[in-house]
């Protein structure tokens, strides 16, 4: 596909030079999210399980998490697979495109996640890795996590929307539903890898605020780089370049450049946020532990581009047909 442009953004962004460091246990990582695609019903064959394989999930959680106990990087991992296959459901199946449709699955993700009865095959697999994640974890957080699902599940239906509208958003409407589809829930799990317990004062802080949204934004607009060609053969609008060539009358190689100087500069405030952090503790007097534990998790937000672009360089999702 369009691989070249997030070989530009590493050669223009110092701190993505570098490819992240990968878990030596990627392959028993592999082997426990196997062992989930089968519980969850994803998989019943070496043939589904061959498929599932190539999107690379246990590739993504071993450069993410290169430090993590095997368990718990396998659970990111199947999250990963969980989120791809709701995804793909939305783009291949015409269920991206029924508003009511759509609106009811992520109603039902809701209720689930609040112990309600699972119904659909993706609640039901939502309902057993929701029981393995939330042991252990804090109300608020359990909070947060459901919001964020929630905000896919709204910014999902507003596509559908467009798509039944047929109408192509702003750009600025196209990245704030593009902050939610991406699956920014995800970023939650940072925390429970490591069992950090982040107050809730520091997690809508500025600083911190700034260091979530733009990780979230590089990984969502570096996705979009890859994929329009895809997703323009398909028709679908709903792509950062796709939206920039309608919005700035451009053709779509010149959208895609104005997306990659947007996603450097968006590099740059992760960076800044980054290393406005230490400011940020003193301000906010967090103490030395917490301190300690935000920094391990602000590690994961910082690294996460570089984590998603060794990803997509593996993952056969992201590879010419």
């Known amino acids: 596909m369009t691989a070249h442009l997030l070989g530009s953004l590493v050669e223009r ?8 460091r990968s878990h030596k246990e990627v392959d028993a990582i592999t082997a426990a999210v ?4 089968f519980d969850l019903g994803y998989a019943s064959s070496a043939d589904e399980w061959a498929r599932l394989n190539s999107i690379r999930c246990a590739e993504f959680a071993a450069y993410a998490f290169a430090d993590a106990p095997v368990r718990k990087a396998a659970l990111f991992a199947t999250w990963i697979l969980w989120n ?3 995804d793909d459901s939305l783009d291949e199946t015409g269920l991206g495109s029924d508003v009511e449709a759509a609106r009811a699955m992520f109603d039902e993700f809701d209720q689930v996640l609040l112990g309600g009865e699972a119904k659909g095959r993706h609640a039901g697999a939502l309902a057993k890795l929701w029981h393995a994640t939330e042991t252990g974890t804090t109300p608020a957080w359990r909070a947060r996590f459901r919001e964020d699902v929630r905000l896919i599940g709204a910014t999902s239906v507003a596509e559908a929307v467009n798509r039944d509208l047929r109408r192509v958003p702003t750009i600025r409407e196209y990245r704030e539903l593009r902050g939610g589809t991406i699956g920014r829930y995800l970023f939650n799990l940072i925390e429970h890898m490591y069992n950090v317990d982040l107050p809730e004062y520091l997690v809508w802080s500025p600083v911190w605020s700034e260091l979530a949204e733009a990780s979230n934004d590089v990984v969502a607009w570096c996705n979009d780089l890859v994929s329009y060609p895809r997703e323009n053969a398909a028709g679908d609008v709903h792509n950062h370049v796709i939206v920039a060539a309608h919005e700035l009358d451009l053709d779509l190689d010149a959208a895609a450049s104005w997306v990659l100087d947007r996603t450097v500069e968006r590099m740059a405030d992760l960076g800044a946020a980054y290393r406005a ?13 917490t301190s300690r534990q935000a920094s391990k998790v602000a590690c994961v937000y910082a690294a996460a581009p570089r ?3 060794d990803w997509v360089r593996c993952s056969a999702r992201y590879q010419p047909s």
Do not use: K, M, Q, S
């Open 13 to 20: 962004v110092d701190t993505l030079a570098a490819p992240c």
């Open 34 to 37: 196997r062992d989930w695609a």
């Open 84 to 86: 791809t296959v709701v």
């Open 277 to 289: 952090l230490p400011e940020e503790f003193d301000r906010l007097g967090v103490d030395l532990f």
């Open 307 to 309: 984590a998603h672009i």
